[in-house]
């Protein structure tokens, strides 16, 4: 062995979406996105640089996967040894903290702790911002679980362009993320398909077109911890996201029945006086965002509606950290 | 009594969607649309001009209305007033023979209705063209319901221009619209205030830009009898409506859960070889769009369904007609 390193991340949740890229193979997202990391929930991943001879391999959450998991791990590999000078195989072991299934975008988590794991195996240090884009190569919004706390990622034009960066620290308001899953099947059509099918439709390019507008008022609202204008444009921007995803030919149809409960009861909820606003990522689960202070409240609410399976919690979290490096 | 008329029309299912006006006093549509007569269901109207003297009445089905309701069908009066150079007060009294809150636009039908008879009672002859155009300035959709069968009506920027004409009779294909009703509650949001709205949507505009491409498709699709590329191109441009809907601010959400649940067993269905497709009006009831030979089929099925309140049938239907004229 080379060498050897553990890093963690945790996933993040969208508040304004990125969906369709201006180039799908270096990921450069068509629009930039602004996320939460979500605290509590995390993926670990040690990577271990061998001796020259013999394939990568990797085992997720106990398991060893083989075909299209092991060819995407391996392709981000590559790239990550064509940045590093390194010119072995690797040996990736990654377990999530959260339930498989539950509607939590694990890829982001997974690469961005894949890259920062990686890069510290190899004895090498390099910038966040770097980090960021590497992360971004093996999934785009992998990129946005390298900073801490609440994260903007640019898009451009550029590998280098396109980078995350923390917009404020995970203390900056205390927000918490309150997830209904209402099912954990895995999804009909995949993200990274999806993206490729952003641009069948129509509206894609009215939605790519407002979002640096969005992007702004979002910021600001998380700056200012205004949650009338934060929940406004975070719904709006979901909406428009799953209204182009519908639109997509063929239409791609992530919600379900109880999905439509929750939204109209969060809207409902809020008229009511709670500080409460839904975003939904490529799924049918609903990321209900809340004000701390009624986040049990949200939650008692949607454990009394049927057909809700599990409700998970996550305050904002931190950047992807490295736990151990071991360089014999 | 001055003259009376009774004329019936049915209400008609878009099949490309009229939403949002260019200009909402005349109710010139943003994009043109089509659309086809449902059979069997009709509304009946009889207008009266009276002597000089006293006001405009009506009465719906048994009832006699008041307030906004008779604002507005006095104010259509008007229109027709001024183009009959008639100077008479009106008794109006319509009725339906399908359920009210069955989600089926009864404007369509109510305004088709009045105005062709109201012209027929002031002893008038107009040609359908032109009672289109009338119809339309009571309730937009009320212009598709005055031709027979299969019709389009025409986007303009003037009065005379914006006109709906037949382009195929009822009996040129043998479609059924399956209805499922699955709410018989009123919209939270009317249509003419939702029109209003379209203009909200950064997406509207794409949805416009597109319409009269998919208007030649589905014309072309119904002129062929090609269901295949029918079913692809009314779904579509009811998926784009509703994504405009759902995008507006504040948006609107007029799907209910069995919504989803039926869109989604429609696909399905088809997929499986059944001759179906969905489209959506302003309401969460789901117009199953179907061959004759699988109308049974699909009605067996939607029963099946839970949270099915009912469904209704209609082949397509004939033209507004005159039942009779009284001039003393």
């Known amino acids: 062995m080379i060498g050897q390193a553990t890093a963690k991340a945790s996933p993040n949740i969208a508040f304004i979406k990125y969906w369709g890229n201006r180039d799908d193979q270096l990921r450069l997202p068509a629009n930039p996105s602004l996320s939460m990391n979500l605290g509590g929930l995390y993926a670990e991943t040690v990577v271990s640089w061998l001796e020259a001879g013999g394939g990568d391999s990797f085992r997720l959450n106990g398991r060893d996967e083989r075909g299209a998991a092991l060819e ?21 072991e990654s377990s999530n903290n959260f339930p ?14 894949l890259t920062v794991a990686a890069v ?22 992998a990129a946005r679980s390298v900073p801490t706390g609440f994260v903007e990622w640019h898009a451009a034009d550029t590998h280098e362009g396109s980078y995350a960066e923390s917009i404020a620290e995970p203390d900056a308001w205390e927000l918490v993320d309150v997830i209904a899953v209402v099912s954990r099947e895995h999804k009909p059509v995949g993200s990274s398909a999806g993206h490729r099918s952003a641009n069948t439709s129509d509206l894609q390019a009215a939605r790519v077109a407002g979002a640096e507008a969005r992007l702004e008022t979002c910021k600001q609202a998380v700056l200012d911890r205004d949650f009338a204008a934060f929940a406004e444009v975070v719904e709006h921007d979901s909406n428009l996201m799953h ?11 992530y919600w379900l029945p109880p999905t439509l409960t929750i939204m109209d009861s969060v809207r409902r909820w809020r008229a009511e006086g709670l500080q409460v606003c839904y975003t939904l990522d490529a799924g049918p689960n609903v990321h209900c965002i809340c004000a ?25 979290g931190a950047n992807a950290t490295v ?3 071991n360089i014999p």
Chains 1, 2 share one sequence.
């Open 72 to 92: 995407r791990v391996s392709a981000h590999l590559d790239a990550l040894r064509r940045r590093l000078g390194v010119d072995s195989p690797a040996r990736v």
């Open 100 to 113: 498989t299934g539950a509607g939590i975008a694990s890829s982001a988590a997974a690469f961005a702790a």
């Open 120 to 141: 510290a195996a190899a004895g090498a240090t390099l910038s966040e911002r770097e980090l960021t884009t590497l992360a971004r190569l093996g999934s785009g919004s």
């Open 243 to 253: 209204a182009v995803m519908m639109t997509s030919r063929p239409p791609l149809f």
């Open 292 to 316: 701390r202070s009624d986040a049990e409240e949200v939650s008692n609410r949607l454990h009394a509606l049927s057909e809700i399976l599990d409700v998970l919690h996550a305050p904002p």
């Open 323 to 325: 736990i151990s490096v």
